[in-house]
């Protein structure tokens, strides 16, 4: 089992930046692939990011240049550095932990872009 929280999310300007941390529980962080997910209203969740355990990395086209996740294995921690942001990033931000038979979620993060 492990568990997510998340925090980092809030209300900012278009333009600005946001960094989202994920802590994860247990001693075997480093064996799962991590990901952010964002669910706006109205619609359904969506990858955001991903990075492997030895840090290989993948964006969704929309946040790719804007975007970076990346992971603290030590402190299992995954964190997503949100730069240049815009009305269209506005959701629930989700972390998740995949392994071979299972996925964790954390209880989302809120993130709202508007002047």
């Known amino acids: 089992q492990v568990q997510l929280v998340e925090s980092g999310g809030g209300l900012v300007q278009p333009g600005g930046s946001l960094r989202l941390s994920c802590a994860a529980s247990?001693?075997?962080?480093?064996?799962?692939?991590m990901a952010w997910h964002r669910q706006a209203p109205g619609k359904q969740r969506e990858l955001v990011a991903g990075?492997?355990?030895?840090?290989?990395?993948t964006y969704t086209d929309s946040v790719k240049g804007r975007f970076t996740i990346s992971r603290d294995n030590a402190k299992s921690t995954v964190f997503l550095q949100m730069n240049s942001l815009k009305p269209e990033d506005t959701a629930v931000y989700y972390c998740?932990?995949?392994?071979?038979?299972?996925?964790?979620w954390g209880q989302g993060t809120p993130v709202t872009v508007s002047s």
């Open positions: 998740a932990a995949v392994g071979s038979l299972s996925r964790f």
């Open positions: 247990g001693n075997i962080f480093s064996r799962y692939y």
């Open positions: 990075i492997t355990s030895g840090g290989t990395t």
